[in-house]
Nanobody
Framework: QAQLVESGGDSVQSGGSLRLACTVS????????MAWFRQAPGKDREGVAG???????DYVDSVKGRFTISRDIAKNMLSLQMNSLKPEDTAMYYC?????????????????WGQGTQVTVSS
């Protein structure tokens, strides 16, 4: 059974940076598609960044050039470096694992989720 545990969420000012980490057990980050999602109050869960098994990365347009997804195969971890944060980035951020080697950034393609870590960006 896959277990995903996020950490790194915090409250920062606009323009600041955060690095989120996802520690994974019972699942290999190198074999399947993994991603970061976020959900703001009253909004649908949104795919932010994805990492395919072949190393291909995908980002939602709103974070391109600001966020970077990475994985550490040796540590079996997934990370999200977030720079130039904006108030609209405020949300609960979730790490997710798929049973596919690549997939769209849609929640329905992911069967394993962490509990989330809160990111709050103030103006």
């Amino acid at each position: 059974q896959a277990q995903l545990v996020e950490s790194g969420g915090d409250s920062v000012q606009s323009g600041g940076s955060l690095r989120l980490a996802c520690t994974v057990s019972g699942y290999s980050v190198s074999k399947y598609f993994m991603a970061w999602f976020r959900q703001a109050p009253g909004k649908d869960r949104e795919g932010v960044a994805g990492f395919s098994s072949d190393g291909t990365r995908d980002y939602v347009d709103s974070v391109k050039g600001r966020f970077t997804i990475s994985r550490d195969i040796a540590k079996n971890m997934l990370s999200l470096q977030m720079n130039s944060l904006k108030p609209e980035d405020t949300a609960m951020y979730y790490c997710a694992a798929s049973s596919f080697k690549t997939a769209p950034l849609k929640a329905s393609f992911f069967g394993h989720w962490g509990q989330g870590t809160q990111v709050t960006v103030s103006s």
